[in-house]
């Protein structure tokens, strides 16, 4: 199982982006998806998760901003962010729990980050 993420970039405040992570692979079922990020000399910080039903939770910072969303039938997760601000800058990754097998367990799976500059 593969998680490829896209859509960094350089963006000027308050300006938006929207992040993709699609997974590819051995895949039966994947439950929970997220977007993590981490800030150079910060430790990785949960942002954003959503279930396989749609529930989703964001971290304080981003509330109002981002929106989590996916597409089942397309195995992807999306991160729509509006209104970025500079302390928004860093290298943001997927991650998705797979399930390869009917009645199989969970394996976490992570992208190879994609790096989001604001900055005028």
């Known amino acids: 199982v593969q998680l490829q993420a896209s859509g960094g970039g350089l963006v000027q405040p308050g300006g938006s982006l929207r992040l993709s992570c699609a997974a590819s692979?051995?895949?039966?079922?994947?439950?929970?998806m997220r977007w993590y990020r981490q800030a150079p000399g910060k430790q990785r910080e949960l942002v954003a998760a959503?279930?396989?039903?749609?529930?989703?939770n964001y971290v304080d910072s981003v509330k109002g901003r981002f929106t989590i969303s996916r597409d089942n039938a397309n195995s992807t997760v999306y991160l729509q962010m509006h209104s970025l601000k500079p302390e928004d800058t860093a290298v943001f990754y997927c991650?998705?729990?797979?399930?390869?097998?009917?009645?199989?367990?969970?394996?976490?799976?992570w992208g190879q980050g994609t790096q989001v500059t604001v900055s005028s």
């Open positions: 959503i279930t396989s039903g749609g529930n989703t």
């Open positions: 692979g051995s895949i039966f079922m994947i439950n929970d």
């Open positions: 991650n998705a729990d797979v399930q390869r097998a009917y009645e199989g367990p969970l394996f976490r799976y």
